[in-house]
């Protein structure tokens, strides 16, 4: 499984396909502007003295022109297409989460931790696979929480590649690139309600990885 680089995202990050493709639409409008202007300023000159060479080679400019909007139409509906689309390997969500990740979420329950939620964003998300949410009573629970997942991961090899909030204890945030950690406080959880944030993820059933909520 890869280890992906989470990073906070800004609104600007999700339009950047967005702005190119406006970027391309705008210079294309001013080419058939150009084009368009050629055309009405040759009409114009058209005289009874033209001869069929001009004539053809007007409707051959014309013709390439077109030729060349067709294949940008064709370009632009392909790139559509595979920015909507994620790569297959993210798209198998009917696989459970590996071993890692039941692991974490033993971690939490082993600290009583509350409401543990799992959900799967390998359809939605291309910066993590999973989020476990889970909340603690208050600042100490949720230290002990956070403690016993980094403690157990790092047991068996596995590092947070960061590790935000602890001091605080409202809200720490254990990043391990293919899933992420999220240990609140129940204040915190209700105010930033990451559940609904993330609706459309697919919510695993915590039982089904061992752990009785």
Request: charged share 15%; net charge negative; no cysteine.
């Given at each position: 499984m890869r280890l992906k680089q989470y990073r906070r995202r800004s609104p600007s990050t999700f339009t950047n396909t967005g702005c190119t493709k406006n970027k391309s639409m705008k210079e294309r409008e001013e080419t058939l502007d150009t084009t368009n202007r050629r055309r009405a300023m040759r009409a114009e000159s058209v005289t009874g003295d033209e001869s069929a060479q001009d004539v053809e080679a007007a409707r051959s400019d014309d013709e390439a022109f077109d030729h060349r909007e067709a294949m940008d139409d064709a370009d632009e509906s392909a790139e559509t297409s595979a920015s909507m689309s994620l790569p297959s390997e993210r798209r198998a969500a009917s696989e459970p989460p590996d071993e890692r990740v039941r692991e974490a979420l033993h971690a939490a329950s082993d600290k009583k931790?509350?409401?543990?939620?799992?959900?799967?964003?390998?359809?939605?998300?291309?910066?993590?696979?999973?989020?476990?949410?889970?909340?603690?009573?208050?600042?100490?629970?949720?230290q002990a929480i956070s403690d016993e997942v980094v403690e157990r991961m790092k047991r068996r090899g596995t590092r947070a590649a960061r590790v935000e909030g602890y001091n605080a204890g409202e809200w720490t945030l254990i990043d391990y690139g293919d899933f992420i950690v999220h240990v609140f406080d129940e204040k915190s959880r209700a105010f930033y309600d990451l559940e609904r944030l993330w609706r459309d993820a697919r919510r695993i059933d915590p039982a089904t990885l061992g752990v009785e909520v």
């Open positions: 931790a509350l409401a543990p939620v799992v959900l799967d964003l390998r359809e939605i998300a291309n910066f993590t696979d999973f989020f476990i949410i889970v909340s603690g009573a208050n600042q100490r629970q949720v």
